[in-house]
């Protein structure tokens, strides 16, 4: 079936620098889509969502930024900290029905000091 | 209430032998999702209730595999003569109903972590 996939596995960034991690989705008829930071052995924690009606919204140094266009959505980490070391996934859904996750494989982003 | 539930952490047992996780929600949110996440992958979503009914089963939840909400509070996913293709991360989130997964919304567990041996 249509999945949400990622380009890049892993990113490596300075601290202080901004980090981009990116992420393809297939599935038009998703209008919501979510990137969540997974650390080691815990459950994927939400950092910031977007609909289909918008093409940016940002948060606390994240942005993302949504391309329907192209069904390419992005990752925006300002001034990158050691915190910030985890595995990156973005998730598409439906804002109707079930909404069930479809996430993709994950962007391990690990922040060198 | 301090979010998402799930026990045990980790289970370690040998092949053919059946297995049950337990997953406590947020208690105001009556839907509940099981997802299984294998190492390197995101979250595949398995089956979701709301309230005490089980409205969705993927692809994925084999005959082996059956999940209950019996008073529509915690939920528990048995998985029967296990496999070692059946080792992952067993993921349950909870939300309202309609309510679209934000920040305040819907809410992961930390996992069962289930190793077939």
């Known amino acids: 079936g249509e999945s949400v996939g990622l380009h890049l596995p892993t990113l490596s960034v300075q601290e202080g620098d901004n980090s981009i991690i990116n992420c393809a989705y297939s599935n038009s008829a998703s209008d919501y889509f979510i990137w969540y930071k997974q650390e080691s052995g815990k459950g994927p924690q939400f950092i910031i969502d977007?609909?289909?009606?918008?093409d940016k919204r940002q948060g606390q140094r994240v942005t993302v930024l949504l391309n329907k266009t192209v069904k390419h959505l992005s990752l925006q980490i300002a001034a990158t900290q050691p915190g910030d070391s985890a595995v990156y996934f973005c998730a598409e859904t439906s804002s109707q029905g079930a909404q069930k996750l479809v996430f993709g494989q994950g962007t391990r982003l690990t922040i060198n000091p | 209430d301090t979010g998402v539930s799930q026990n045990p952490r980790h289970k370690i047992t040998k092949r053919g032998q059946n297995v049950t996780f337990r997953c406590d929600p947020i208690?105001?949110?009556?839907?509940l999702y099981w997802y299984r996440q294998t190492l390197g992958q995101g979250p595949e979503f398995l089956t979701y209730f709301q309230n005490e009914a089980q409205l969705e089963k993927s692809r994925l939840l084999s005959d082996r595999f059956s999940a209950e909400r019996p008073k529509g509070s915690f939920s528990t996913l048995e998985i029967q003569r296990t496999e070692q293709g059946d080792s992952a991360m067993y993921l349950c989130a909870s939300s309202y109903p309609g309510q679209i997964p934000s920040n305040y919304g819907y809410t992961f567990g930390s996992g069962t972590r289930l190793t077939v041996v």
């Open positions: 208690s105001e949110h009556n839907r």
């Open positions: 977007i609909r289909s009606n918008m």
